[in-house]
């Protein structure tokens, strides 16, 4: 019922040339199926694509983790989402989400005051950026806390994003062991996680080694980076 009540609006919205073919029907048939399979947790989740497909505003790659999120949060039966007006509202307050959790983590690089504990997990989620657990989270908040990051520089998913996966570089690479697991970090890596002076592939080559070499707890800062 929930499927049928949402396709039923979808087309309902359309003009006849959006839905004069049997592919175009199917194509919205499938996007209705994956928004109430969301919402009863199941897989794969909706795609960026297909919620588009919805006429449904505002949805990104970056906010697209935060409107699944929404989705999901909904009840399993569907019933949170089987209207256009019920749809298009849970997608917008994914949007919000997702931009207030941004501005969280750009506005503590700005202000330098971000601590090991906040922002928190849940704001890095909750901004659609992946990567982020308990036992990196102290590392990359320092990083809000250096000179050089600023909140401009942190003030979308993808710039948050690509400090987060520098991380994981070095903290992978950093288990104690030399020569293992040296980390495949590039200069522009470096700058992105507010490290200076490193401005030459062997100077590149010498600190992934050292790093490499390095147990997690001496690399855990970015001031010991």
Same mark, same amino acid.
């Given at each position: 019922?929930?499927?049928?009540?949402?396709?039923?609006?979808?087309?309902?919205?359309?003009?006849?040339?959006?839905?004069?073919?049997?592919?175009?029907?199917?194509?919205?048939?499938?996007?209705?199926?994956?928004?109430?399979?969301?919402?009863?947790?199941?897989?794969?989740?909706?795609?960026?694509?297909?919620?588009?497909?919805?006429?449904?505003?505002?949805?990104?790659?970056?906010?697209?983790?935060?409107?699944?999120?929404?989705?999901?949060?909904?009840?399993?039966?569907?019933?949170?989402?089987?209207?256009?007006?019920?749809?298009?509202?849970?997608?917008?307050?994914?949007?919000?989400?997702?931009?207030? +959790? %941004? @501005?969280? !983590?750009? &506005? *503590? $690089?700005?202000?330098?005051?971000?601590?090991? #504990?906040?922002?928190?997990?849940?704001?890095?989620?909750?901004?659609?950026?992946?990567?982020?657990?308990?036992?990196?989270?102290?590392?990359?908040?320092?990083?809000?806390?250096?000179?050089?990051?600023?909140?401009?520089?942190?003030?979308?998913?993808?710039?948050?994003?690509?400090?987060?996966? +520098? %991380? @994981?570089? !070095?903290? &992978? *690479? $950093?288990?104690?062991?030399?020569?293992?697991? #040296?980390?495949?970090?590039?200069?522009?890596?470096?700058?992105?996680?507010?490290?200076?002076?490193?401005?030459?592939?062997?100077?590149?080559?010498?600190?992934?080694?050292?790093?490499?070499?390095?147990?997690?707890?001496?690399?855990?800062?970015?001031?010991?980076?």
């Amino acid at each position: 019922p929930a499927e049928v009540s949402l396709l039923n609006q979808v087309i309902d919205g359309k003009t006849k040339d959006a839905v004069d073919t049997a592919q175009e029907l199917q194509d919205l048939a499938n996007a209705v199926d994956a928004v109430i399979r969301t919402a009863q947790g199941g897989t794969p989740a909706v795609t960026e694509e297909q919620l588009k497909l919805l006429d449904l505003p505002g949805v990104t790659p970056g906010n697209l983790p935060a409107i699944i999120d929404a989705i999901k949060k909904t009840p399993d039966d569907g019933t949170g989402v089987d209207t256009i007006a019920e749809l298009k509202k849970v997608v917008s307050d994914g949007v919000v989400a997702a931009q207030t +959790a %941004v @501005n969280t !983590i750009s &506005n *503590a $690089a700005e202000a330098n005051n971000a601590t090991a #504990s906040t922002p928190a997990v849940d704001v890095y989620k909750a901004a659609g950026v992946t990567g982020v657990a308990d036992s990196n989270l102290a590392l990359i908040n320092s990083i809000l806390n250096d000179a050089d990051v600023t909140g401009a520089s942190v003030d979308t998913v993808k710039e948050i994003q690509d400090i987060v996966d +520098a %991380v @994981n570089k !070095i903290v &992978n *690479a $950093a288990d104690g062991v030399a020569g293992n697991n #040296s980390p495949a970090l590039t200069q522009e890596d470096y700058a992105k996680v507010g490290v200076n002076n490193i401005d030459s592939p062997a100077e590149v080559s010498l600190l992934n080694q050292v790093i490499d070499g390095k147990t997690k707890d001496a690399v855990d800062t970015a001031q010991e980076l």
